[in-house]
């Protein structure tokens, strides 16, 4: 029998990705995998059931009928992700099922008891590690590559002048100033796409080494004289609430020069530390953008409204939430690439098996026969050491529904 893989429509209010998309079903199907897709799951992505249906995907009316046919499961948004609708999802998976999704521990690690009681094997995918072998199933990154290009087009929209450097019979038109605040995965990508677009482009990072990776793009490194924050695995680590007030201090003059400001600072679990305060907000140029792409944590601007678009000072600060879902049929590409790449590693000869050996697997792994198992979820939680069964062994197959089976900290940038 091969392996049935459920992808059920998205229910988050606002999203429009699909976790699997079309291309994915030949190497799907290689791996012993058969598909099944509930009606419209791809259509807000530009993805009609048609071309599922082509690729050897059975496409299913109802969701109950996905999630009842499936041995494993894949969505963008489960459980704490998806407030309004992720816990009737987590009531239907059933003992031994597999779920593969983005599933927000680290905002509600309480709550992730409840995911585990239903007995399925959990993962979630902003816990995969930053490793070099885990590249491509970082969908954290993925979806931050998105949120940095869309929020230049955001800004690029709101600002009353353009970006680059004209010169007319009209006149010499000056070039937009852009200041890119965080040079993870979504400031790379902003300054990339602030540069195309004609922008003089500053940027600035705790992480010192990050230097030339700005500079390779055509952007100008601002350079503080604070501690460095670099982190394991060279990523930002948190600071102390002193270390931000000097950063603020040095980075006013920049923010008072500069046209368009992006924001990328966000924390998983964690309320966004402020690095733009309303003296910087009220210095800026009249007419000035602020994109914050840290509005869902809370916002790196202390004048941020999630999900809104505000004018204050004279400058309009828009604090959007999932950016990658307005983006939706390639954040989908790159989301089905993601998970792809981590079910090649979980799947052996059309089964699910899970080598507790690997970091990967067990970095990634949120819960598993009944109980919390990710250390650092269940620390956050409360819950102390996991201490597995004697049963369990390094490398434990998938069964059949008759025989169901017994951190660092990192800077999330924009996604």
């Known amino acids: 029998m091969p392996l049935i893989i ?25 791996m012993g995998a058969e598909v099944v897709v509930e009606a419209g799951a791809g259509i807000e992505a530009g993805i009609p059931d048609e071309q599922y249906s082509k690729a050897g995907a059975k496409v299913c009316k109802s969701r109950d009928e996905v ?11 489960a459980a704490a992700a998806n407030p309004e609708h992720g816990a009737a999802d987590i009531e239907r998976l059933r003992e031994g099922q597999f779920l593969i999704a983005q599933c927000d521990p680290l905002t509600d ?3 992730m008891s409840d995911v585990a009681e239903r007995k399925a094997a959990v993962f979630a995918l902003e816990l995969v590690p930053r490793i070099t072998r885990a590249q491509s199933m970082d969908v954290l990154s993925s979806m931050a590559t998105i949120a940095g290009y869309k929020a230049v087009l955001l800004a690029a929209s709101e600002l009353p002048q353009m970006f680059p450097m004209l010169m007319t019979a009209a006149g010499t038109l000056k070039p937009a100033r852009v200041f890119i605040v965080g040079a993870g995965v979504a400031g790379l990508q902003a300054i990339a796409t602030a540069r195309r677009l004609g922008a003089v482009v500053n940027a600035y990072d705790v992480r010192p080494a990050v230097k030339e990776q700005v500079e390779s793009l055509g952007a100008r490194f601002v350079e503080m004289e604070l501690d460095t924050a670099e982190g394991e695995g060279g990523y930002a680590r948190e600071m102390n609430e002193e270390f931000y007030r000097k950063q603020r201090e040095l980075m006013l003059q920049i923010v008072a020069e500069s046209d368009v400001v992006i924001t990328t600072a966000a ?3 964690k309320k966004a530390p402020i690095l733009i305060t309303e003296e910087m907000v ?37 604090g959007p939430e999932n950016l990658p879902s307005t983006v939706p049929n390639h954040a989908s590409q790159m989301y089905s690439n993601n998970v792809v790449s981590l079910l090649k590693l979980l799947i052996k000869d059309g089964k699910v098996v899970l080598d507790l050996s690997d970091e990967v697997v067990t970095g990634t792994l949120l819960a598993r026969g009944g109980d919390v198992v990710h250390p650092f979820v269940r620390e956050l939680a409360g819950l102390g050491p996991y201490e597995p069964t004697p049963a369990e062994s390094p490398q434990e197959e998938s069964k059949s529904e008759d025989e169901p089976p017994a951190d660092t900290y990192r800077i999330a940038d924009g996604n």
């Not at 999630?67 to 948004?77: K, M, N, Y």
């Not at 140029?285 to 004279?314: M, Q, Y």
């Open 282 to 318: 009220r210095a800026m140029p009249p007419g000035s953008v602020i994109v914050d792409l840290a509005a869902e944590r809370g916002g790196n601007c202390e004048l941020t409204k999630s999900g809104e678009t505000c004018r204050e000072h004279g400058v309009t600060i828009l």
């Open 6 to 30: 459920g992808v059920p429509k998205e229910n988050c209010p606002g999203e429009r990705r699909v976790s699997i998309v079309p291309a994915a079903l030949k190497s799907l199907a290689q």
């Open 67 to 77: 999630f009842r046919e499936s041995e494993l499961l894949v969505l963008v948004r």
């Open 267 to 269: 924390i998983p679990g």
């Open 109 to 111: 690690p309480a709550g």
